[in-house]
């Protein structure tokens, strides 16, 4: 109950603070550019979208997910709107909850809008629809991870330029450990061992697997994990800060 | 129905609230004086349970603020010192929104948001946005939302802060009709709203209470005046902010 009326008023801000606008539009022209460059669109006949078009995915979303909830925590202590929050009948849980629920929606709507590549696909092809959709399904987790993430972080300060540093900062280190060519370099010099921790510590192969159509338990249970352990983190900070 | 216990509230090695005890009751407006650190803003911020308590106890209307903070939080409006409000919403949509946060629906939340503006004169600025209001405008949304939910306990943090003399007059007014069947704690600098508003007064030093009475007993104390006792009781020196 409280949940949804954080939630509700948290989606509203955020698309008159035209946050959601400049979300969905740089999102969803970024993503369908990039498979139709670099992600080489046309000349893998790459019906499942998986490298064409998700494989790019983490990489905007490391940056552009914290930048969407950067203000999540910061703003609230800056303002002193924490002070009324805190001092309503509603525990710090259900507000912790609305606002990450809140922020997940903006990015469905950006994810959804991106249906254009879906049609296409469906019209040049024969595709399997079913792969594709677990790929957003995947692409809709490895942003809700990334949201958590800034969530805590932006819980520890009131500068927001500070909170989406550092939220870019671990994002990128996620997104880069589990990545190609990261790991093919380990491989010629480390140990395998090392190899599989990178890129079971990594969002990518989780994220690849999704995208192939394979959603594996382990990879639930990763994801699942870091964006508890993030919310559960959030209102810890959020208490301690007040001791 | 404030009851405070022993309250002790220590930021690291500083101690800003030591050992406070006092006691509102139905019917009461208590003032809260004190020199700028003395401890006002972060004593309230204890009582409404937005601060956790290093010892001592709270209770509002019977409930423990420490046992059962939500219980307790519903019987409390409450204005914080800097009248924080989310710039991005209308002062009608704010209202709306912590109406529906203090547990208020439908028809119900509509009246008590047109009380609410009503009271604190916000019919002309209903619909406009929260970050071009002036600052007593501000101060008024915000104490607006205090009152939504017709709280059965006050704590103002310096209400008249950034008003306008007639909007101070009118704001005293209100206190004191609404203190008639309601507690109510409210700080300020103002010593005349003590005589104003208050049925009893105490004043903060350091922490400590250091003088504690109705507003006629505290100006015999100073000698006639009320600005003599409260040069005489508090330190001349405000500990380092
Ligand atoms: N979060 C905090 N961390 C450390 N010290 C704090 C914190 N909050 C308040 N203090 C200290 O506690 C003391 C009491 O502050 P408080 O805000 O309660 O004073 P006040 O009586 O409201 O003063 P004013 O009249 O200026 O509003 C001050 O010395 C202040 O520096
Ligand atoms: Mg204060």
């Known amino acids: ?19 959601a606008y400049a979300v969905i539009v740089i999102f969803g022209l970024l993503s369908v550019g990039l498979a ?28 552009l997910a914290p930048a969407v909830t950067m203000r999540l925590w910061s703003d609230e202590h800056r303002t002193g709107t924490i002070e009324l929050l805190g001092t309503m009948p509603v525990s710090m849980g259900s507000a912790i909850l609305g606002k990450f629920f809140a922020s997940a929606f903006v990015w469905l709507i950006a994810l959804a809008l991106t249906f254009p590549i879906v049609v296409s696909v469906n019209w040049l092809g024969d595709p399997d629809n079913w792969t594709i959709f677990s790929g957003y399904l995947g692409s809709f987790i490895v942003c809700c991870t990334f949201l ?6 932006s819980a ?8 989406l540093i550092v939220s870019v900062a671990i994002c990128f280190i996620l997104t880069f450990c589990g990545i190609d060519p990261v790991i093919n370099e380990v491989r010629r010099s480390g140990s395998a061992e090392t190899v ?34 993030c919310l559960v983190g959030t209102n810890l900070v959020l208490k301690s800060q007040r001791a | 129905m404030i009851e405070v216990k022993d309250l002790k509230k220590q930021f690291g090695q500083k101690v800003a609230v030591d050992n406070l005890s006092f006691s509102v009751k139905k019917g009461e407006v208590l003032g809260f004086l004190g020199p700028n650190g003395a401890g006002k803003s972060t004593t309230m911020r204890m009582v409404t349970g937005f601060l956790p308590v290093t010892a001592g106890e709270i209770e509002i209307c019977g409930i423990s603020m420490i046992g059962s903070p939500t219980e307790a939080k519903r019987k ?29 629906k439908g028809a119900a939340r509509a009246t008590a948001v047109d009380e609410a503006i009503e009271t604190c004169f916000l019919e002309s600025v209903a619909s406009q946005s929260i970050d071009t209001l002036s600052k007593g405008y501000r ?18 943090d310096e209400p008249t802060d950034g008003l306008d003399p007639n909007q101070k007059s009118e704001v005293r007014k209100l206190i004191k009709r609404l203190g008639e069947d309601r507690a109510i704690l409210f700080s300020t600098h103002i010593l005349e709203e003590v005589s104003a508003a208050c049925t009893r007064a105490v004043i903060v030093d350091q ?35």
């Open chain 1, 36 to 63: 139709f460059t670099f992600g080489s669109f046309w000349r893998y006949e790459d019906a499942s979208l998986s490298y064409s078009f998700f494989w790019w995915h983490p990489l905007l979303l490391m940056i």
């Open chain 2, 207 to 241: 922490g400590n209470i250091v003088a504690d009475g109705t507003p006629d007993e505290l100006e015999k104390q100073g000698g006639g005046s009320l600005s003599e006792l409260f040069r005489k009781v508090t330190s001349q020196e405000s500990p380092a902010a």
């Open chain 2, 76 to 104: 409390i409006g409450y204005l914080p010192e800097s009248a924080p409000l989310y710039n991005d919403m209308t002062v009608r949509g704010f209202l709306r929104f912590c109406a529906s946060m203090q547990g208020l």
């Open chain 1, 196 to 229: 599989n921790l990178l890129s079971t510590l990594g969002v990518y192969s989780h994220f690849l697997d999704a995208t192939r159509g394979l959603i594996r338990l382990p990879s639930l249970i990763y994801f699942i994990g870091l964006i508890s352990v």
């Open chain 1, 1 to 19: 109950m409280n949940t949804w009326t954080i939630f509700k008023r948290e989606l509203t801000s955020y698309f008159t603070q035209l946050t």
């Open chain 2, 139 to 156: 101060h008024r949304t915000c104490l607006a939302q205090s009152l939504l939910h017709n709280p059965e306990v006050l704590v103002l």
């Open chain 1, 156 to 163: 520890f300060t009131r500068d927001q330029v500070v909170a």
């Open chain 1, 148 to 153: 958590a993430i800034s969530s805590l972080v």
